[in-house]
């Protein structure tokens, strides 16, 4: 008996196609059905047998004040089976107000924190809509697996926001700020895992009306790095990195 996942590729060797997905993309079908419910589904290139998948969920009554907490799970799949073999959950880990929780975003840069541990991001976008005050922030959470277990690494570190203030009418009149922050693996080690070095860079603008309507012009930029360290545990944040 011709197991169905070598039919497959047999059939793919000969061109032809039975319209079965590949695993991969089936694994990560996976539809909301919980009004305000968040999932992101990503294939994992620095472990390819894996798929990180992460899902933010309303909690039942949480809201209070204008506030909406969600909880917030966190996983790895077999990516041939769809079976879960490590996650992390957390209730009331993300929180949606004026600025709104909008979305989620699997990260699977290179970070890789020894010779054989490799860690994934979640980025958590946020938006405030407003023409006077518009504001948007990502947040990223790294995290890695230990047995049956996704352990935060870092939690919480701002990577990009952007901000302004401009007249109640719409004019063109104001200021704005941007913040974008790379994060990068360092040459240095702690406690057996490699420093990471966060580098900023921030620009701000101001907006004015000119001979031919609104105008702008940017402030020198202002750039710095920071390198982080493990503390056995994960890597502790500076209040000035946070993005809440």
Known sequence: MIRPS?????????GLSLGLAAPALALCDNPTAIPGELYVCKAWPAQPELSISARATPMPGSRADGVDSYSLDVSLQDIENGWTLASNYQDSA???????????QIDTARYRL?????????RVQY??????IPYEKTVLNLYRQRDKEVLVLLEGLLVDERAGEFGWGGECVGHSRSLHRTLE???GQGQGFADLIVRTREVRTEHFKGPEGCDSRELAPNNSAVTLHYDGRRYPLPKSLKGA
Not at 6 to 14: D, H, I, P
Not at 114 to 122: D, K, R, S, V
Request: glycine share 14%.
């Open 6 to 14: 070598l039919l497959v590729a047999l059939l793919g060797g000969l």
């Open 94 to 104: 993300l929180f949606s107000d004026a600025v709104a929780l909008q979305g989620l």
């Open 114 to 122: 020894n010779q054989e541990q490799w860690a994934f991001g979640l």
């Open 127 to 132: 938006q405030h809509s407003s023409s006077a």
């Open 185 to 187: 693996i360092g040459r």
